[in-house]
């Protein structure tokens, strides 16, 4: 998850350039900032009447390609670790003039901003952003509706609970001696403990580990900490030797939102074996 905290651009420079940018591609078909103008695309020719879908993160445009869009625009780049700090350019402006949808998270501060600033008629969806398998699946069907892509969004809910189910059968079968690894996640990788059938004895932030809230999870002597790779702060039990893994929430430039699990089932997977 990213901070809830960022930076604004001013809109109205933003809004006075869009016209501009919207009819002065570069050469290549990229954009007037040097960028691809299909960056983000989760498919290559879409079919008329496809739902146009501006996401403002891969974890956002990847639940808008799982739910079965297939015209949908990346405006954060995937190398941003926190996507509030991210600045618009006026790019970014003229792909929300032309969406249908524009999909953000309640701690992304600009994404109604720009659709103010671009004269978009789009409609502003807000995206729950929880890689837990059943959240995960209700928003994937929700968007679906929205979309009018049910057929599309249900098929991939089968290939994920099935590619959820291997993972999850997969972290289970490589416990060290057969027992239940105890563990401590921050509060937003909390899902990666649940898919590996851990024992979560306790989780900390988004705010930053007190003393106190320290020593309570240090007590707790958990084999593994699941920390967030956006929001890491370093060394979280330092006292407690226990073996610290960084889980990615966000899906690559790819929108594979399956990607996320596989990585997580990995990474974890590597520690089990090795313990």
């Known amino acids: 998850?990213?901070?809830?905290?960022?930076?604004?651009?001013s809109l109205l420079?933003?809004?006075?350039?869009?016209?501009l940018v919207a009819g002065c591609g570069g050469a290549d078909g990229g954009t007037a900032d040097g960028r691809p103008a299909d960056r983000g695309k989760?498919?290559?020719?879409p079919p008329a009447g496809s739902p146009v879908v501006v996401a403002t993160t891969t974890w956002e445009g990847a639940l808008a390609k799982a739910a079965g869009a297939e015209n949908v625009t990346v405006i954060v780049?995937?190398?941003?670790?926190?996507?509030?700090?991210?600045?618009?350019?006026?790019s970014d402006l003229a792909a929300v003039a032309k969406a249908d949808f524009v999909l953000y998270a309640p701690f992304e501060p600009y994404a109604g901003k720009i659709k103010e600033a671009a004269g978009s008629k789009a409609q502003l969806v807000e995206v729950g952003l929880d890689n837990d398998a059943?959240?995960?699946?209700?928003?994937v069907a929700r968007l679906g509706a929205k979309f009018g892509t049910q057929a599309r969004a249900g098929a991939w809910q089968k290939t994920f609970r099935a590619e959820y189910a291997k993972l999850a059968g997969q972290l289970r079968s490589a416990w060290p001696g057969g027992r239940q690894p105890q563990v401590v996640a921050q509060v937003f990788t909390a899902w990666s403990a649940k898919m590996a059938g851990a024992g979560l004895v306790g989780t900390y932030g988004p705010e930053a580990v007190t003393p106190g809230r320290l020593a309570e999870l240090t007590a707790k002597k958990p084999q593994f900490v699941l920390d967030n790779a956006h929001m890491t702060t370093g060394r979280v039990l330092p006292g407690a030797g226990a073996e610290q893994l960084e889980i990615v929430n966000y899906p690559g430039e790819?929108?594979?939102?399956?990607?996320?699990?596989?990585?997580?089932?990995d990474e974890i997977g590597k520690a089990l074996a090795g313990s």
Do not use: C, F, W
């Open 1 to 9: 998850m990213a901070r809830t905290r960022g930076r604004i651009p």
């Open 13 to 19: 420079a933003l809004t006075a350039s869009l016209a």
């Open 42 to 45: 989760a498919g290559g020719n």
């Open 77 to 90: 780049p995937q190398s941003v670790q926190h996507a509030p700090d991210y600045d618009p350019k006026p």
């Open 134 to 139: 059943d959240k995960t699946a209700a928003e």
């Open 254 to 265: 790819d929108l594979d939102l399956l990607g996320v699990y596989r990585k997580a089932a």
